[in-house]
């Protein structure tokens, strides 16, 4: 099975800017969003949208402002999860009245929480994958660190070297993920080599010295039932803030063995969480 490709144009303070998305399954099955992480792609849920889709559902993996194969923005400081809310509302809009489900890893997750906690939110259920509304100092500083490098290869060997280092605290991939990874998080350069997807200015915002985020009042506006997410080592979604989520009702927080931040959601094992939570009777 091969994605579609799907473009749009959504209006952010300063201008028209194109969205980009990668589509699975057919045109009119019940609609499953997917909205990756900070540094990441649409395409990361290649593997998740494949099953889905299997089961009948319409799946879309946008790629965020500055990502992928969606433009970049003039202003820095508009690379903001407020924006990106935004954006997505753009393409929520397309479905028109439809219910949809949202599934986000990290940043992606974050996004999905302001869109569910807004009036008339369309989302029927949320997959919320290794974040919540409280993210540490010192997580935040971690990924500050390579953020803001401009990074560059001389070939795909050099590429994937790097991804492996980079999001070790994944797990435990193949050869196959780790590769499948690296081909969609790279662009060549016009010499030759390689540089990766995102634009640079997305580290903008972690140019200050990083402070605890909080931001309960968002989860608790949140009326959608929601599956949590945790990498059993993460050091972003640290255990007594899901345990503080498991306390909400309509939650269910399913720890996942063997990795940090984030559950890549490439096995089978974590695939099968997130479509059954989907399928699974109301």
């Not at 045109?27 to 997917?34: E, F, K, Q």
């Not at 965020?64 to 997505?88: E, F, K, T, V, W």
Request: glycine share 10%; net charge neutral; aromatic share 8%.
């Amino acid at each position: 099975m091969s994605p579609r490709e799907g473009r749009l144009r959504w209006l952010s303070p300063v201008g028209f800017h194109r969205l980009a998305w990668t589509e699975w399954g057919p045109a009119d099955g019940a609609p499953v969003v997917c909205v990756h992480g900070l540094t990441r792609t649409g395409r990361d849920f290649d593997f998740l949208a494949a099953a889905l889709a299997e089961r009948g559902r319409r799946v879309l993996c946008p790629d965020m402002p500055g990502r992928g194969a969606s433009d970049g923005l003039p202003d820095p400081s508009l690379y903001r999860n407020d924006i990106y809310a935004g954006a997505c509302a753009h393409l929520l809009a397309t479905f028109g009245d439809r219910r949809i489900d949202w599934v986000g890893t990290s940043m992606g997750g974050i996004i999905g929480m302001i869109v569910a906690a807004m009036p008339n939110a369309p989302i029927r259920r949320l997959v919320i994958n290794d974040v919540g509304p409280s993210i540490p100092a010192a997580a935040l500083a971690r990924i500050g660190e390579y953020l803001g490098r401009v990074w560059s290869f001389p070939d795909l060997a050099a590429a994937e070297a790097h991804t492996r280092k980079a999001y070790a605290p994944f797990g435990a991939l193949t050869d196959a993920q780790w590769r499948h990874l690296t081909e969609t998080s790279v662009r060549p350069l016009a010499g030759g080599g390689f540089r990766l997807h995102y634009d640079p200015a997305i580290a903008e915002p972690f140019r200050t010295a990083p402070q605890d985020i909080e931001f309960w009042p968002v989860w608790e506006r949140i009326a959608a039932p929601t599956l949590v997410l945790r990498g059993e080592a993460s050091d972003l979604l640290l255990p007594e803030t899901a345990a503080r989520m498991a306390a909400k009702p309509g939650v269910r927080v399913q720890t996942v063995p063997g990795c940090g931040h984030a559950p890549a959601l490439l096995d089978a094992v974590q695939i099968g969480l997130v479509t059954d939570f989907l399928t699974e009777p109301a």
